[in-house]
Structure formats: structure tokens, C-alpha cells
């Protein structure tokens, strides 16, 4: 659970923060849905100064039969002979985030992010690959485009092309739209180039096997060597699973979702995100209050 972020653009810690109908998180969903599908341990990636309010959340809610533990994701956290640069403050993002949890995971795992909701479905798909996982083989979960834009703002998804099921590669794009009726991302130098809304995109819903740690390792490492000095580049996931597919080393298994992701990257979310749980709560796919019975 990448749940480290600083949430700028939310203005407040949105990991934490309520929106089911008895004060329920999105964390609280997330990890409700992966439990019924099967997982049995949460790994928290977080910032230290967020370990006694975040166990102050969540320690007691979660059946006790499930394992939760915390990591953390600090700018220090690096591999033998690097330092940060003094102009550093922004993460290392996503890939890294990763990387700092291989001490506590020795089983096959699946990473999301904390502030989206992903949808009981696409746990379920994810738990299936994930109990007996293809050899040599990982996972991603591909949304359609058009189902993971916010309607308040800009936002970052991995562009994957997919063959025969297979990922062929992932693009990060971190500028994504909805503008003038259509939906466009915006490049480094500004341009905006038209999509479709028909494109698999990835929510960073990926599943992997242990040995995948050696990849982020040599990865991350990579990174260090060419941009460890640009205090704003980041290692993202998406560079990982390309590392992986290029050099042969697995392959990536696209399992597509039929699930509408939505998240809380504004402020305005807030109310779309509270709508859509009640509406949940209404159908029957969620009990009022998550964790009463367990």
C-alpha cells in the first residue's frame, strides 16, 4: 500500500481521511476488498511522521488474522554509496516506494495506491493471478482509459500497449485531461496531443512474485547513477515493468477490469468519492460499516 505521498494538490492527508458512511478511508475499502480476494497481509509504505497516526487509524480495524506492517519511505533510503542531493525534497516515487518494502515481503504481492479506490472486481482479478501466478510471469491490471480521469484536474497514468494479452511496454504520462470535449495529455514542453479514452491505462495495480526485487534494485539503481542529481525526477513503476519486458526477463500479463477507478486527487473529489461509497453501501456491495462484523 503506497500510502507516503504528500497529497499538494488535496491540501490535506487524504489517507486518512473519511468518506465511507462510518468514517471509512479508501484505505479501509482497499483493504477489505483484497482481503476477500484472498490476501493476507498488509504492508503500509509511508513516511515516518505518519506511523503513530496511522496506527492510530487503522491498527485496531482489520480482522486480527491479517499481518500489518510498516516501512518507510524517507529521501535517505537509498542503496549503498548514494546520497541525497542537498536540492532534494521531492519522493522518489512509486518504483522506490517499492523497493523499501523487499525486507517485508517474501510472498507474492500486489502494489496499489492509497488514495484509489480500485473496485472489488479488480482485487478479485488480481488475487486469482496472484494465488497461483504463471512462472515467470507478472501482473497488471489494465483500466480503460476514459474510466480513471478526475473530473477536477490533471492527472498521471502509465499508457500501456498490450498484445495478446501480454504488456508491451508502459508510458508514464503525469499530465492527463479532460479539455474542450476531449482528452489530451501535455508533454514535457508543453504540447497537447489528443487520446482516445480507449487506451489501457494502469492504475499502478500490479502483481508480482518476490524475485522482482532484484529488478528495482539494479533499476533504481540506474536512476541514481543518471538523475540523483535533478531534484525533481522520479522512479516510477512504469520503468520497472518496461526493464522487465525489454530484457526479457518476464513476462507482464495484462488482465483487463471492468471497474470505474476513482480517487481523491482534489479537493473536490471528496464529494464524487462520497457518493459513489454511498451508492456502493445502497447496492449491497459494501455493509454501512466496513469492519462491524469482523
Given at each position: 500500500m ?8 488535496y491540501?490535506?492527508?487524504?489517507q ?70 542537498p ?7 512509486t ?73 508491451q ?29 480507449e ?61 470505474t ?34
Open positions: 503506497l500510502a507516503a505521498g504528500m497529497g499538494s494538490r491540501g490535506g492527508l487524504k486518512v481521511d473519511q468518506f465511507g458512511p462510518s468514517g471509512e478511508s479508501i484505505i479501509d475499502y482497499s483493504v477489505y476488498d483484497a482481503i476477500r480476494a484472498g490476501f493476507g497481509k498488509v504492508v503500509f509504505v509511508i513516511r515516518k511522521s505518519l506511523e503513530e497516526q496511522f496506527k492510530e487509524v487503522f491498527l485496531q480495524r482489520f480482522p486480527e488474522d491479517i499481518s500489518v506492517s510498516y516501512v518507510f519511505q524517507e529521501l535517505g533510503k537509498l542503496p549503498e554509496g548514494f546520497e541525497v542531493s536540492q532534494r525534497e521531492k519522493p522518489w516515487g518504483g522506490h516506494a517499492v523497493w523499501v518494502a523487499a525486507d517485508q515481503i517474501k510472498e507474492p504481492f500486489a502494489v496499489i495506491n492509497a488514495d484509489d479506490f480500485y473496485g472489488r472486481e479488480s482485487l478479485q482479478r488480481m488475487g486469482d493471478f496472484l494465488s497461483n501466478p504463471p512462472e515467470n510471469s507478472h501482473c497488471l491490471l489494465g483500466y480503460k482509459l476514459e474510466n480513471t480521469l478526475s473530473d477536477y484536474g490533471y492527472v498521471s497514468r502509465g499508457i500501456c500497449e498490450v498484445q495478446d494479452g501480454s504488456l511496454s508502459i508510458t508514464e504520462r503525469t499530465h492527463i485531461e479532460r479539455k474542450n470535449g476531449q482528452i489530451i495529455y501535455q508533454t514535457d514542453e508543453g504540447q497537447e496531443v489528443p487520446l482516445t479514452g487506451e489501457t491505462a494502469s492504475m499502478n495495480l500490479m502483481g508480482f512474485t518476490p524475485d522482482v526485487f532484484s529488478v528495482f534494485e539494479r533499476c533504481f539503481t540506474d536512476f541514481l547513477k543518471e538523475k540523483s542529481q535533478h531534484p525533481k525526477k522520479e522512479f516510477y513503476l512504469p520503468s520497472v515493468m518496461n526493464e522487465i519486458i525489454h530484457s526479457n526477463i518476464a513476462k507482464v500479463k495484462v488482465v483487463p477490469t471492468p471497474d477507478w476513482f480517487g481523491v486527487t482534489y479537493p473536490e473529489d471528496k464529494k464524487v468519492a462520497k457518493q459513489t461509497l454511498s451508492d456502493l453501501v445502497a447496492q449491497g456491495v459494501y455493509p454501512a460499516n466496513l469492519w462491524a462484523n469482523t
